[in-house]
């Protein structure tokens, strides 16, 4: 990848990176909200149980896109430093070019389509 590619990646990433951790800043509010309503008992005693269903399922919401988040967010810390090093939109598996369509749809792509492909298959199986 030429110099020129590596600098616009970089500047998108930096940009999804900052995305991802205001995102995830806020449903860590979110969730320290609740948990700090609920410990006050300013929701509890409640007796709609549909409401309790569901606040206990965005919550559970809440924690799975801030663990998806994080995960992401550790791609995308990756993907910079392979940005450093000069081996971004190197395969990993293979060594091979990641096309550079590929890398705009996901920027934390480590893998070219072929390896891609191959380890979704072996996963499934
Ligand atoms: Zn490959």
Redesign the pocket.
């Given at each position: 990848m030429n110099k020129k590619d590596l600098a616009r990646f970089k500047k998108l990433i930096e940009t999804e990176r900052k995305r991802v951790v205001s995102q995830l800043d806020s449903i860590e509010e979110a969730i320290s909200d609740r948990t700090a309503n609920q410990a006050s008992g300013a929701q509890g005693y409640s007796n709609h149980m549909a409401d309790i269903g569901s606040d206990a399922m965005e919550q559970e919401q809440a924690f799975l896109h801030a663990s998806q988040g994080s995960d992401y967010l550790r791609q995308l810390d990756d993907a910079l430093k392979r940005i450093q090093d000069g081996t971004y939109g190197v395969?990993?598996?293979?060594?091979?070019k990641?096309p550079v369509k590929r890398l705009e749809a996901y920027l934390a792509a480590e893998?070219?389509i072929?390896?891609?492909s191959r380890q979704e298959k072996l996963q499934r199986s």
């Open positions: 395969c990993e598996d293979c060594g091979g990641i893998l070219c072929t390896c891609k």
